[in-house]
């Protein structure tokens, strides 16, 4: 096979790349001709506005849609099949019932008119409670995983053994630490919210959908309304913002698609700024306790660890595959708990899990650091013969670039001797990261 050679430019003889350039759709954001979904407005069209539900949890006793309907300026009143009398809402905020009216003042008044009684049930939504959270039955098991140098013998009891092995593991460590972790459930806070504007031309629905999967998403409406794929058109220009929460049209835009079927007339349905924040998705949150065991050297020899978090009412936590987070121990224990709360259901965020696993995982190796009186940047670079990636050569040639072009060395200092700003303390930190292709030695 022939050989390939690379040529990389240095910076001075690049054109592209380390060098300042227009944004192809600069102009057009920054003079407005850009159109988002929000933006389409069509002849005729009708605005949607949505009721969601006042309460974590409870159940449906009746809906009466006939005041909205009297609201002059209301055309049509769509209610979920989820949220017909009788049924069981699981969450905040779910949507209940969507008005269409001339106007969005119409269509607002329409929601506010609309009378659901509801009977009211016991409602969790405290995630880091792990403990009330298994009294009041709401966890299940998430997975774990135990890795030992040391094998147990053929007569061996092996959760007896594990037990004693991870003991005397710790106790032959120079240093131990234990610590307590956690990063809270976060929105994706889209600056445009979730939603489209629809319209049925010629048996064909046409569809301006804030997404990020457009080539996606026909396959989605196509379902959900009896059609084919081919029989759905799906636009979006440009986006504010998705963040991995904008994949599919969401029972909302099928709402949407099926009003106008209904009507006769192109629907505008986004969400509102609260029901974006609890219902389009969020980060799953993720606490852990964690033990660590490391040489004199600093280097860690035994990992033993517990978390759990939700991802809403469907469970589920940080994959425990990912705990510890890329630097990983020659032993650890790992045990994962999957919580369900009355909320919203996670979705896909920049890299799922990871942001949670690295947080949780290489916070304990700062703190080894500060127990040991070491600059974390020396505990990080000892544990790269740890990276479960195999490309611990990369990463630290990564970190000493990073080191020296931020002032790592000069500017570092142990925990609490930094500079103070009134209540801001100033310091730095470091952490290492990983992604489908992992590190590249390029």
Partial sequence: MAETKYYWPSREESRVIGKSHDRLDGLAKASGAAKYTYDINLPKMLFARALGCPHAHCKIKSIDTKPAERVPGVVHVHVFEHAQAGSEIKWDGELIAVVAAES????????????????????????????????????????????????????????????????????ASDVVVEGYYGVDAITHCCLEPHGSTVMWK???????????????????????????????????????????SKFAPDYWGVAAAKISKATGRPVKFMLSRDQELKIAGNRPSGYIKVKIGADKNGRVQVWDSEHWGTAGFSGGAVSQSVIPYVLVPPNYR??????????????????????QACAMSQVALDDLAAKMGK???????????????????????????????????????????????????EGLGMALHTWGGVANSS
């Fill in 334 to 355: 790992r045990k994962a708990t999957n919580i369900s709360t009355n909320s919203g259901s996670a979705r896909a965020w920049r890299a799922p899990n990871h942001p």
């Fill in 375 to 425: 600059d974390s940047y020396d505990i990080f670079m000892a544990n790269l013969a740890n990276a479960d990636n195999g490309k611990a050569d990369v990463y630290a040639a990564e970190m000493e670039i990073g080191a020296k072009l931020i002032g790592w060395k000069d500017l570092w200092h142990p925990h609490g001797k930094g500079p103070k700003k009134g209540s801001v303390v």
């Fill in 104 to 171: 969005e003042g119409a269509a607002a008044e329409g929601v506010a008119k609309l009378k659901v009684d509801y009977e009211v049930l016991p409602a969790f939504a405290d995630s880091e409670d792990l403990a009330k959270a298994e009294e009041l039955g709401r966890t299940t098991k998430g997975g774990g995983k135990v890795v030992t140098e040391k094998e147990p013998g053929d007569d061996d009891d092996e959760d007896e053994f594990i037990e004693q092995e991870i003991a005397r593991l710790f106790k």
């Fill in 202 to 244: 010629d048996g064909k629905l046409e569809a301006w959908l804030s997404t990020q999967n457009v080539s996606g998403t026909d396959d989605g409406f196509a379902r959900d309304l009896e059609l084919t794929a081919d029989e759905v058109n799906v636009y979006c220009d440009y986006i504010g913002g998705g963040f991995g």
